[in-house]
C-alpha cells in the first residue's frame, strides 16, 4: 500500500511538472482572424481570401518569398509590398491572398516604356496600325546579348528556366534593353547574387550569379548598360545565367536575343 501510494504521488508530481512546463512555454493568444473548425480546431482566414484563384491574385505555398512571387508574375517585390499593404515584408504565410496586379487606382508607372529600335530585317508586310494589337508596343523590344561568352546550357522548361553563358570572373554584364531595376540582392536561392530588370508591363530579365552589382533598386537603365560584373555567386563555376520572363513566365531567350 505505501509502495503504491508513492508511485501515484510521483505521478502527480510529474504530470504537475510537465503541465508548468508546457504552459511556461506557450506564447500569448494572437488574434489570427481564425474561426472555429468542425472538431474545435482554429482554421486562419486570411483577408482577401474570397479573391483566391482570381486572375490577378496568389495564394502563398510553401517556400514563397515576396522575390520569387514578384518574379514570377512580373511584378516588382516593393509594388506587392505597397498593393496589399503588407506591414512585415518577411512575413508571408501559406494559404495567404496576395494582389499581384496592379489595382484600378493605381496610377504609378512600373517604368518608362522604352522605345524599341527598329529591327535590322522588316517585316515583310507591314501591320496597318488599326488593325495592331494593343500588346504590340510591348512586345517590340529590341533585346540584346547581356555578356560575350560560351552558351554552356540552353533553355529547358523543367530544367533551365534561362541560358547558362561562362566567362571570366568579372566580365561586364550588360542591360539587355531599356528598363528598372526592381531587384538587386542575393536572396533568392539558387541565382546568388541576382538583378532583375522590368522592361514594360510584359517584359522581366534576371541576371544571376553576378559576383559584383553595381546597380540599385528603382534605378533607371539603358540598353547595354554596364550593370553588374560576371561571377560564380551560388553556382559551381562562373558564368551568368540569364533569363527573359513574358508576364512572368520563362521563354527562351535565344528566341528573342539576335543571332551570334
Known amino acids: 500500500m505505501f509502495r503504491a501510494g508513492m508511485w ?14 508546457a504552459n511556461k512555454g506557450r506564447l500569448a493568444p ?6 472555429s473548425g468542425a ?12 479573391n ?12 514563397d518569398t515576396l522575390i520569387r512571387i514578384g518574379m514570377d508574375n512580373g511584378q516588382s517585390w516593393r509594388d506587392i509590398i505597397r498593393w496589399n499593404k503588407l506591414d512585415n515584408p ?7 491572398v496576395l494582389r499581384v496586379a496592379p489595382p484600378p487606382s493605381d496610377v504609378a508607372v ?8 527598329q529591327p535590322s530585317v522588316m517585316p515583310a508586310k507591314p ?7 494593343p500588346a504590340a508596343a510591348d512586345d517590340a523590344l529590341n533585346f540584346q546579348w547581356p555578356v560575350l561568352g560560351n552558351l554552356i546550357a540552353g533553355f529547358d522548361e523543367s530544367k533551365n528556366k534561362g541560358l547558362d553563358i561562362a566567362g571570366k570572373a568579372g566580365d561586364p554584364v550588360l542591360a539587355s534593353a531599356d528598363g528598372r531595376v526592381v531587384y538587386a540582392g542575393a536572396g533568392l536561392r539558387g541565382y546568388g547574387n541576382l538583378i532583375i530588370l522590368k522592361h514594360n508591363n510584359t517584359y522581366l530579365t534576371a541576371y544571376a550569379h553576378n559576383q559584383t552589382l553595381l546597380v540599385k533598386e528603382d534605378q533607371i537603365i539603358k540598353r547595354g548598360q554596364k550593370i553588374a560584373e560576371m561571377g560564380n555567386s551560388d553556382a559551381d563555376q562562373v558564368k551568368l545565367h540569364f533569363e527573359i520572363r513574358r508576364q512572368g513566365k520563362p521563354v527562351d531567350p535565344a528566341k528573342y536575343l539576335p543571332g551570334n
Not at 501515484?8 to 512546463?21: E, I, K, N
Not at 501591320?127 to 494589337?133: G, M, Q, Y
Open 8 to 21: 501515484g504521488l510521483a505521478a502527480l508530481v510529474t504530470v504537475a511538472a510537465l503541465s508548468g512546463c
Open 90 to 96: 518577411n512575413l508571408i504565410e501559406t494559404g495567404q
Open 39 to 50: 472538431r474545435g480546431g482554429a482554421i486562419r482566414v486570411w483577408p482577401g481570401a474570397e
Open 127 to 133: 501591320v496597318e496600325p488599326a488593325l495592331a494589337a
Open 52 to 63: 483566391a484563384d482570381k486572375i490577378g491574385y496568389y495564394t502563398v505555398k510553401p517556400g
Open 30 to 35: 494572437v488574434d489570427d482572424h481564425s474561426i
Open 110 to 117: 512600373a517604368a518608362p516604356r522604352p522605345v524599341a529600335s
